[in-house]
């Protein structure tokens, strides 16, 4: 397993943007898929986006589609989450997971960073 901190969550008005970082510990950080989730009051966990081990095969959720993006740098064992034209709907506490690529389920999460978009 990888050890996940995640940085750069805030306040911030509608249309505006946020990047988040998640730094992972461990010498095999290439081998994991990353996923960005959410989850916002009253409401279930929702994946937001995920990126392959080398960067090139990503997913984002419908609802992000061409304001989000999630890259990765492997030299500095991080993951981001460029997050553009922000709606109050975003509001929510994000969080980093990491996965082997050879296994379904995300094992370890980082411990979330709250981001709030104001009207």
């Known amino acids: 397993q990888v050890q996940l901190v995640e940085s750069g969550g805030g306040l911030v008005q509608a249309g505006g943007s946020l990047r988040l970082s998640c730094a992972a510990s461990g010498r095999t950080f290439s081998s994991y898929f990353l996923a960005w989730f959410r989850q916002a009051p009253g409401k279930e966990r929702e994946i937001v986006a995920h990126?392959?081990?080398?960067?090139?095969?990503?997913y984002y959720t419908d609802s992000v589609k061409g304001r989000f993006t999630i890259s990765r740098d492997n030299a500095k064992n991080t993951v981001y989450l460029q997050m553009n034209n922000l709606k109050p709907e975003d509001t929510a506490v994000y969080f980093c997971?990491?996965?082997?690529?050879?296994?379904?389920?995300?094992?370890?999460w980082g411990q979330g960073t709250q981001v709030t978009v104001s009207s």
């Open positions: 997971a990491a996965r082997p690529w050879n296994r379904s389920e995300y094992a370890s």
């Open positions: 990126i392959s081990g080398s960067g090139l095969g990503t």
